[in-house]
């Protein structure tokens, strides 16, 4: 609180004490005091009321900036009240009860929003875990079906089995007790891991994959999830009209660990177009491809790059329309900027 501010919030007051002085000082002349006992009555009252205003001033700036730089800097504002010292004027008084009134509401309603999500994170699970049960059964069955009934099958199941892990990583995507598993490495593993588990897809889908990462690249990440992030930008790709997925890695930065290792997803699809491109990882955003007739829900890309930020990982777009796209997935070589990360995502909790 400013000085300035000050005076504008205490103006009628200050006004009233205005208006006290030049009467005190009239009685006082018309009492028959010398002209230098009305200036000194002047002066003592002035002072006087310019001295309990300052007081005033200095203690309400002391209790306004307190609020102001713990609600600037806390992560979580309603715990403010818990960190604050107890006022002792009266007025300052009453606005900490009114903050911690509010932060017990709020923490219970904090309390109340995350007990609702665990329990819709857990009955998604539950499901996803009973649903694939049937449907590896169902996959058996197909098994006795003859061609090329049994390959389209096949195919509908891998689709199928696709979007129930993709609801599962949603479901766990608000979640901050992931279960992280940082290790180092292999690089080129990744893109060989999605390319295996999305052979026959991408095989329908007419696309070729080329994997050109070097073996010896090497990062620290949590490989299912990265795969998994990998596999949105695979996907995307193919259903877009891509028909050849080029995988490439290069280095960034220094040796000494502030850089980072830049895995490329190249593909000769039909682009996006240049509105779209600053919002494709927006939740539900599908874009002018996405409504030109391909089965997009717009989730995929917005997954991908929550479990990125989630992961300490970087994760950016471009392309032109109609010649292709390019999707860069970072990886910092400093361990300690993803534990960093992941501990922050634990304390969200």
């Known amino acids: 609180m400013s000085a300035f501010d000050f005076a504008r919030a205490h103006a009628a007051s200050l006004v009233v004490a205005a208006v006290g002085i030049v009467s005190a000082c009239v009685v006082a002349a018309v009492c028959g005091c010398t002209s230098d006992a009305v200036a000194l009555i002047a ?22 900036r307190e609020i102001g730089s713990l609600a600037d800097n806390l992560e979580h504002p309603y715990q403010l009240h818990s960190l604050m010292s107890a006022p002792t ?8 009860e009114a903050l911690k009134a509010m932060g017990f509401a709020s923490a219970e309603e904090v309390a109340r929003a995350n007990a609702k999500a ?13 649903v694939k049960a049937p449907l590896a059964s169902c996959e058996l ?3 006795r079906v003859a061609e090329p009934e049994r390959s389209q099958l096949a195919s509908e199941f891998d689709r199928m089995g696709r979007k129930v892990d993709a609801a599962l990583w949603y479901a766990r995507s608000d979640c901050a007790n992931n279960d992280y ?6 690089l080129a593993d990744i893109p060989r891991q999605v390319c295996r588990e999305n052979a026959r897809f991408l095989i329908e889908q007419g696309c070729i994959p080329e994997i050109e990462v070097d073996d010896g690249m090497r990062v620290f990440t949590d490989k299912k999830q990265a795969a998994f992030i990998v596999t949105q930008l695979v996907e995307n790709a193919a259903k877009y009209g891509a028909t ?14 502030a850089g980072q290792i830049a895995l490329h997803v190249d593909d000769d699809g039909r682009g996006i177009p240049a509105a779209d491109v600053g919002r494709v990882f927006e939740r539900g955003f599908t874009g002018v491809r996405g409504r030109e007739g391909a089965a997009s829900t717009g989730m995929g890309l917005y997954l991908a790059a929550r479990l990125s930020e989630q992961l300490g990982l970087g994760l950016s777009v471009t392309s032109a329309d109609g010649e292709g796209t390019r999707a860069t997935v970072s990886f910092p070589l400093d361990r300690r900027r993803l534990d960093v990360q992941c501990d922050k995502n634990v304390r969200q909790a």
């Open 43 to 64: 002066a003592v009252l002035t002072l006087s009321v310019a001295g309990a205003s300052a007081i005033a001033y200095l203690r309400s700036r002391r209790f306004y």
């Open 118 to 130: 665990d329990e819709h994170r857990e009955f998604v699970e539950g499901w996803v875990h009973g």
């Open 244 to 257: 050849r997925v080029r995988f490439s890695a290069e280095r960034k930065g220094g040796e000494d660990g």
């Open 141 to 143: 069955i197909a098994e």
């Open 89 to 96: 004027a009266p007025d300052q008084m009453a606005v900490f």
């Open 181 to 186: 598993a940082i290790r180092e490495t292999a």
